[in-house]
């Protein structure tokens, strides 16, 4: 886990340390390599039987059907004579290969490394996949020229090894939950169904469709052809051709590892506009070197745009889905290239083949449109924003200069009132309110304070306490902070309900994870105890719960006032993320909701309890505000946002737009920090 999500070449490296994700990579490397041989050499196979680009397409159309896989079949018929049939069914064979591999491949590289990490993983994925390819197309124009072409075809067979030594050396993916679990086994429908509700990952799918129905047959299919008929050169130039184009391939999967996420979408953009341009001066290149330099800038372009898109839809996609996801992603890629390959070879036979790179320009706009349907998807208007008092409320006496603070140094006029709000701080508070210089959002119970508690204490009194004396002290103090809320015209009130009496475990698990125990032998055992006992004694506890919120709804439908539940920071805190749904379910009214913590959640994730993103696709349509704040790593909250781990940019659009967002901050936070980061939201999601 980090303490922020700032990539850098060094975090990105943090993932080859040893591994199972630097097994795979050196396997994949090696494997990839024969593979990249294999497709040139395939490629120059066809060249040399046929002038026609429709056969070389037909075969490309071939590699995309489902069918048995044996490449040793392809590198054993390649020292015969060989037919054009033989090449459409040995692509075939290959290609139902490739429908498995190549989603199974994508979905497992996130899984070998931790989420923060998951950026730098695909990148290094990528650059490996390219370097290969430079490396792959050297050696097969060398090996065919030297030995012929079927020693590029057992190259290929005899890479595979690697590859299978390193997944069989990976561990087994760890069982989630009975529920987790049946999401994994839910149909091939749920991948297409995800993409077509998350947009900005549908952006992305359309992006690298539009490449691979424009682009992409033109640089591989149409390539042998272009050497041979345009170039007038041999195989050893267009295997130094197509290894020249990785070298852009590679420079851009690498350049994408301390990538800041606000310039994605910028960087696509340029992308897009220069592979148009390298694609324009191909279709005229006049020799040779400028041929393979504008490849160089066509191959940068679309190595960098396919990997921000690969992450773009990784990060976002749900663990249990991650497989059926990246189906989809790669189905937008080498499920078309075969029929656009077909359609773009028997066009090149009527209209000759600079004509047809000259028509890949229509693409630019495609793909520009669906770059800015992302920026908009990604800067959707999240700007009710409000600050609350508990930065400030200890160092005042008087609530009129409290309020005046947050409004003259921080530039907030709308506010929450914490749970630390004195008796003494009520009058300064009216009187803003009635002067129209402050409105309120929502209120923390207990709000005000009970007079005899001296300092903020949310828990004070408990819904699940055993002592019915306790419950019904904290309903009173509740009714009496929706009282004052009604007053100030607070839609919502926050509550705390309470916990499970059992040892506490959530501050031992962090000074373990501080300790580099995180995971270990003992922590481990700590958490499953720990679940165990709570699964044991949490139902009499919530059966108290409930009672309480059943009178405080009642009482809070009356003042036209709703009440959300919290997340809680501890385990042992009521409610769990388990509890939570069935809780506001089975409560079953309008006037409750969900109030989501970023800190809490996140140092949930940190120790391992819940997933950050999973909670809030799950939760988040139930959410009436969040308090916003930053966690440190594993477990340092109410920290500036984008200071510490909380990737706001893939959480926030989990949530309803017309939430409400608390920055709710460590009273020891600068003032100009927390400006900072304020700025910062604005400029990511809106004024």
Known sequence: ?????????????????????????????????????????????????????????????????????????????????????????????????????MPTLSALVPELVKRDEIQGAISLDRSVFHGSRMVGF????????????ASAFFANALSFVALIVAILSLPPRLRG?????????????EGFRYIAKDKPSLAMVMLIATQSVCIFPIITVMMPLYVRLVLHLGPDRLGFLMGASAVGSVVGSLFLIGLPREKRIPLMMMCVTGVTGAILGMSRAPSFYIATALMIINSLGLATNFGLASTIVQERAPDYLRGRVSAVFMLSFVGLMPIAGLGVTSLSDFIGIWRVFASSVPSRESARQNSKHLRRQSSRRFNVIAFSTCWNSGRHTDGAEMLREIKTELGFDLIELGHGIRLSLMPGIQKR?????????????????????????PDCYKFSAVSSEERERAIKQ??????????????????????????????????????????????????????????????????RVKDCLGRIIDYAASKAVKIAL??????????????????????????????????????KENLGFIDHAEWLRLIGPRALGCHVQDCIWPAKDHEAPFTGAVDF???????????????????????????????????????
């Open 1 to 101: 886990m980090t303490t922020e999500v700032k990539l850098t070449t060094r975090h990105a490296l943090r993932v080859l340390r040893p591994g199972p994700f630097r097994r795979y990579i050196i396997g994949s490397a090696i494997s990839d390599t024969g593979t990249w041989m294999q497709v040139m050499a395939q490629g120059w196979v066809m060249a040399t039987l046929t002038t026609s680009a429709f056969m070389l397409g037909l075969v490309q159309l071939c590699a995309g059907l489902p069918m048995l896989a044996l490449t040793m079949i392809g590198g054993a018929a390649a020292d015969r004579n060989i037919a054009i049939w033989q090449i459409f069914i040995f692509a075939a064979i290959l290609g139902v290969s490739n429908s498995f591999e």
């Open 138 to 149: 050297s050696l097969s124009g060398i090996l065919i020229s030297a030995w012929g072409m």
């Open 177 to 189: 939950t009975a529920e987790e679990e049946e999401k994994r086994a839910s149909g091939i429908k």
């Open 433 to 457: 309110f009635d002067a129209g210089e402050v409105r309120f959002t929502s209120l923390h119970n207990f709000c005000p304070l009970p007079v005899e508690v001296m300092t903020a204490s």
């Open 478 to 543: 509740t009714f009496q902070t929706i009282d004052f809320a009604a007053r100030l015209n607070a839609p919502f009130v926050v509550l705390h309900l309470g916990q499970v009496n059992m040892p506490p475990i959530t501050d031992q698990l962090i000074e373990l994870a501080k300790t580099g125990k995180y995971l270990s032998r003992k922590y481990v055992r700590l958490k499953i105890g720990a679940v165990q006992k709570r699964e044991r004694l949490a139902p009499a506890y919530l059966r």
């Open 566 to 603: 919290e997340s809680r920071r501890g385990y042992e805190e009521i409610p769990t993320e388990r509890e939570l749904p069935g809780l506001l379910a089975e409560m079953g009214d309008t006037q409750l909701g969900y109030w989501h913590d970023f800190g809490h959640s996140q140092i």
């Open 649 to 687: 940019e893939k959480l926030i659009p989990l949530l309803p737009t017309n939430c409400l967002f608390v920055w709710e901050m460590s009273p020891n936070k600068a003032a100009n920090a927390i400006r900072r980061s304020v700025q910062t939201w604005k400029e990511r999601f809106g004024e």
